[in-house]
Structure formats: C-alpha cells, structure tokens
C-alpha cells in the first residue's frame, strides 16, 4: 500500500488549493484515507478523513465549513480541496490509508497508529 502526495504551494491568505493523494497497492474501495498536518514546531494533527465508501467524512474543528475531502474512484486518488487559506494552515500535509470498516473516520481519524501507510507529505505555506 503506497499513498504519495501532491499540490502543495505558496498561497496568499483566503486563496484556495487543493491536495491530491494517490493511493496504490490495495483496492480502493477498500480504503480509507485520512489527511493530517504538521506545522513548524507543532505535533503532527489530524485534518480530515473520509470512510471506503466515501460516505463519511470527518473534519477537524478548525477547518470545518473550509475544507472538503472527496475521493475519485476512477482514479484512486483523495482530494483535500480548501478554501479561505489562513497563515495558521501553513503545515506539510500527508495523507495516509487504511483497509478498515466504514465506520473507521468517525471514531479512529485522530489515532495516528491506525495507518498502514503514510506519504512523505506536501508542503502549504500561506503567506502575504
């Protein structure tokens, strides 16, 4: 299982961008995948995850109502689309997945140990 990310960059405050993880080794459907975060001296935070069906999604409070996840089965990738970027989201970003149940993202996002396998990370810098 290999996941590797992409779309990071240098963005303005309030600008958008959107992450892309692609995932191999597994079948898709069987996966789900979490986005998580890490910003110059701080712990690494869980941001977002959605479930094998795509049914689910879970966010962390701060990006609620900025942030979507979504995923392309055609394609096995994840997308973490956001919006209203602000300095406080500059951080390298990694996706990681999981073969779980569906129920997995509501009750397990946070639980770094959970995931089988882990990006080397794309990096965001939002800055004027």
């Known amino acids: 299982l290999q996941v590797v990310e992409s779309g990071g960059d240098l963005v303005q405050p309030g600008q958008s961008l959107r992450l892309s993880c692609s995932v191999s080794g597994r079948p898709f459907i069987y996966l789900a995948v979490g986005w998580f975060r890490q910003a110059p001296g701080k712990e690494r935070e869980a941001v977002s995850c959605?479930?094998?069906?795509?049914?689910?999604?879970n966010y962390a409070d701060s990006v609620k109502g900025r942030f979507t996840i979504s995923r392309d089965g055609a394609k096995n990738v994840v997308y973490l689309q956001m919006n209203s970027l602000k300095p406080e989201d500059t951080a390298v970003y990694h996706c990681?997945?999981?073969?779980?149940?569906?129920?997995?993202?509501?009750?397990?996002?946070?639980?770094?140990?959970?995931?089988?396998?882990w990006g080397q990370g794309t990096r965001v810098t939002v800055s004027a």
């Open positions: 959605i479930s094998s069906s795509g049914g689910n999604e």
């Open positions: 990681a997945a999981v073969e779980v149940a569906n129920y997995f993202c509501s009750n397990h996002m946070h639980e770094e140990n959970e995931y089988e396998s």
